[in-house]
């Protein structure tokens, strides 16, 4: 036998003694984890508990391989966590070709999923609506975006998709859809999707609430962008109320609410999807809105990245630090050769520079608890979490928590449970 070949088969031995990664088993937790961590390569996926310092409780709770009573199918590699319906769950929301909401019981295990997809049951359509987000809103009742059309002129009403539908959560059942009539079109005739996005919770004083739904307007083929805007639900009669306008803006699909401000929220807009870096800022930005004593909502501030050439232009993560401040990711795009983390004033249009990661594309959305002021960033390149401290003058990085690797996920984003 050659050398060659038998250092290969000495290394090949080697490599099956390493001890496999434990089981994901969803063992129960005996404390509330304070984060969950999506960690994925695009095809697996494995989902991280994290403690109230940012430290993992267990790598992996459940994954791609979790094989238990009320799973149909593992995790895919689409996969994000949304605010639960019910508490005392974690909430997985499997988008593109799965459409579910699958709900773990942290003191048992015990895993319900529902299929958000609307068919009718005796003739499935196939079609997949891409499910975006959850928000609970009266008990068992919550809302889902979907933001795939489906392009079948015989489709059930519940299976149409590009809308918000709403699931009884309990029953696990579909119940109505809201069509949040935001479609356009480009300025050479094409169609423009409305694609609803995130769904944020805005309340006023007065006892007026209604449901922001972010919108990422796109072509059929997801090259064109259309203006940005987005649609307000009324949660109690399940209705449309009003569609706002983002002038001058586009792809405008990350609202989130802002801790401390239940009546106003932010709304990342990052520009036209496919464009290079330069072309994207001319319509990206951030802005604040408000609702007022009879439910409408106006905007209250707008920063666009056009008029601050020196700032970074947003392109994803935006956590809202409190009423006038946030912190966003910028990825290269053109500009600069790594990703940075920046901290926004949007009422005195100040910027600083909160860290800058070792590559491109890989700071994710990360997560705050504003009771703490501990302020967690997901740095895939890394496989790990960056920590910040949250003060009245800024924010200030406090170290880097490298996550177990056994599955070599690299982590995506951070949700606060």
Excluded: K
């Excluded at 922001?212 to 399940?238: C, E, K």
């Excluded at 946030?326 to 860290?355: K, Q």
């Amino acid at each position: 036998m050659s050398r060659p070949i038998l250092a290969s088969l000495v290394l090949l031995a080697a490599c099956g003694t390493e001890r496999p990664c434990d089981v994901a088993d969803l063992a129960p937790i005996s404390r509330a984890p304070a984060f969950g961590v999506v960690l994925s390569d695009y095809a697996s996926t494995a989902i991280a508990l994290l403690d109230e310092r940012g430290e993992a409780i267990t790598e992996s709770w459940i994954d791609s391989g979790t094989r238990a009573s009320g799973i149909a199918a593992g995790l895919g590699g689409d996969v994000v966590i949304v605010a639960t319906p019910e508490p005392g769950t974690l909430a997985l929301l499997e988008r593109f070709n799965a459409d579910r909401l699958t709900l773990a019981e942290y003191a048992t295990g015990t895993v319900r999923q529902i299929d958000l997809r609307g068919d009718d049951p005796d003739a499935p359509s196939g079609h997949s609506p891409n499910v975006q987000d959850v928000l609970a809103v009266d008990g068992a009742i919550a809302l889902v975006s979907r933001a795939n059309p489906s392009f079948h002129p015989d489709a059930p009403e519940l299976a149409r998709g590009n809308d918000v539908v709403v699931v009884d959560v309990a029953q696990g059942v579909v119940l109505a859809r809201i069509d949040v009539a935001a479609d356009t079109t480009a300025e050479d005739g094409t169609p423009i999707y409305a694609r609803p996005t995130t769904l944020v919770p805005i309340a006023h004083p007065s006892g007026a609430r209604r449901v922001l739904v972010s919108l990422q307007r796109l072509s059929a083929d997801f090259t064109l962008t259309g203006d940005g805007a987005v649609a307000v639900v009324d949660p109690d009669t399940r209705a449309l109320t009003e569609l706002v306008a983002l002038e001058g803006l586009s792809g405008c699909h990350g609202a989130r609410a802002i801790p401390g401000a239940p009546d106003r929220a932010m709304i990342l807009c990052t520009g036209d999807a496919f464009s290079p870096g330069l072309e994207r800022r001319r319509e990206a930005g951030i802005v604040r809105v408000a609702i007022d004593p009879d439910g409408r909502i106006t905007i209250d501030r707008a920063w666009r990245a056009a008029d601050h050439e020196s700032a970074p232009s947003p392109t994803a993560g935006l956590v809202p630090l409190d009423a006038s401040r946030a912190a966003y990711v910028a990825d290269p795009r053109g500009e600069s050769g790594r990703d940075v983390l920046a901290l926004l004033d949007l009422d005195d249009a100040s910027i600083a520079i909160l860290l800058e990661a070792d590559a491109s594309f890989v700071l994710g959305s990360g997560a705050l608890d504003p009771e703490r002021g501990l302020l967690l960033v997901p740095d895939a390149d890394a496989r790990g979490v960056h920590r910040l401290d949250v003060h009245a003058e800024g924010a200030t990085l406090r170290d880097f928590v490298l996550l177990p690797t056994c599955r070599t996920l690299p982590p995506r984003e951070i949700t606060q449970l």
